[in-house]
């Protein structure tokens, strides 16, 4: 079956009436010429018929319904992590091609089984990784391949927030909930995109919360085959900070408001050779634009998005193998 969309705007139905969804997601998505949101749906009717007024979209009561409605091509799912998997299988059951929230899924196999799934019914399937669509990492390898700090010996990041309310799907265990499956894709992410795929993990901690039962704070360090060090950190108790550095042999780059850069934010990439500091503003980018973009353009293209692929299969070996082996303080 041919599942492009022959050259018109891939139309669009969303899952779950989420705050992402509302914030970032839809907002983009009105921008992309190549898409266009159809339905929305939602377990609560009042809920649905919101969102379908702010968002110029027809309101549908219940995901399976919006499934079996025959006009999108696609839906995006921003659900608690937990029900990623059940939908995910859903969409792509009823021929939708899927964007869905990270994280993919809470388990490598089932990550795995997805994408096989989308790769066998000729679907799309991509993980919200937006974080990385933004231009400003292109920037940061550039100056890399460019020799600009010598050879890389280590790697930095930190994706940590305030505290969520008391309510919030992070905080409930059987939604997913949890540091690392939250915040922790990030850096994990960065560090994945700029040391490649080799990464082995040394050792990790969680801050467990025992009345919650979900991880609140972690850190892991990870290595290369050649040594060069990762040090990651993450944080749903913390203060804010999204960051990460790059450290090499003859210097180093810092980058803040790294994973979260509002759209009209300019950039600045902080080169320190041996006290000589240079400041780089780079352009403003639309992290959540681009990725619809990139999205949209591989399903009306037909192409698969293997990288993208890939690296999801990484990212959910690696949370998988922090959350076994981490050493868990609970408190
Ligand atoms: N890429 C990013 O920058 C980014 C940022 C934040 C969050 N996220 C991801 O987006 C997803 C949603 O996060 P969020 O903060 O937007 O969450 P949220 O506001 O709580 O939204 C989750 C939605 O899931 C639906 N839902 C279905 N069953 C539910 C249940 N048992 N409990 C609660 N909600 C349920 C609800 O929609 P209905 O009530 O309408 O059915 C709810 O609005 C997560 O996977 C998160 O990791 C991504």
Redesign the pocket.
């Known amino acids: 079956m041919d599942r492009t969309t022959s050259g018109r705007a891939v139309r669009f139905g969303l899952l779950?009436?989420?705050?992402?969804?509302a914030r970032?997601t839809l907002p983009a998505l009105a921008e992309v010429d190549q898409a266009r949101l159809v339905a929305v749906s939602?377990?609560?009717a009042a809920?649905?018929a919101d969102f379908a007024k702010r968002f110029d979209a027809i309101a549908v009561t219940g995901y399976q319904r919006l499934l079996d409605s025959a006009d999108i091509d696609a839906v995006y799912i921003?659900?608690?992590?937990a029900?990623?998997a059940e939908w995910v299988e859903k969409a792509l059951h009823a021929g939708r091609h899927v964007l869905v929230?990270?994280?993919l899924s809470t388990d490598p196999d089932t990550t795995a089984r997805l994408l096989r799934l989308a790769e066998e019914r000729g679907l799309v399937l991509m993980e919200?990784s937006?974080?990385l669509r933004h231009s400003q990492h292109a920037a940061v390898r550039d100056l890399i391949a460019e020799g600009a700090i010598g050879e890389v010996l280590g790697f930095e990041s930190t994706f940590a927030v305030p505290p969520r309310p008391e309510s919030?799907?992070r905080h409930v265990r059987e939604?997913g909930g949890g540091a690392l499956l939250?915040v922790g894709v990030y850096p994990l992410g960065a560090a994945l995109h700029f040391l490649g795929p080799e990464l082995e993990l040394v050792g990790a901690v969680l801050r467990h919360d025992r009345r919650r039962d979900v991880d609140l704070s972690g850190s892991a360090l990870l290595t290369t085959a050649t040594g060069a060090q990762v040090r990651l950190g993450f944080g749903l108790e913390n203060s804010y900070r999204s960051h990460y550095g790059v450290a090499g042999s003859m210097g180093r780059m810092d980058l803040e408001r790294a994973f979260?850069p509002h759209q009209t934010h300019r950039p600045v990439i902080v080169l320190d050779r041996s006290g000589d500091r240079e400041e780089i503003i780079l352009p403003a980018a639309h992290q959540f634009r681009a990725m619809i973009v990139e999205f949209a353009d591989v399903v009306r293209s037909g192409r698969r998005p293997i990288t993208s692929a890939t690296r999801s299969r990484q990212l959910a070996g690696l949370m998988a193998e922090i959350d076994h082996r981490a050493k868990r303080v609970y408190h």
């Open positions: 779950g009436c989420a705050d992402i969804a970032r939602s377990r609560d809920k649905a921003p659900l608690p992590p029900l990623h929230e990270k994280p919200n937006m974080y919030d799907i939604l939250d979260t």
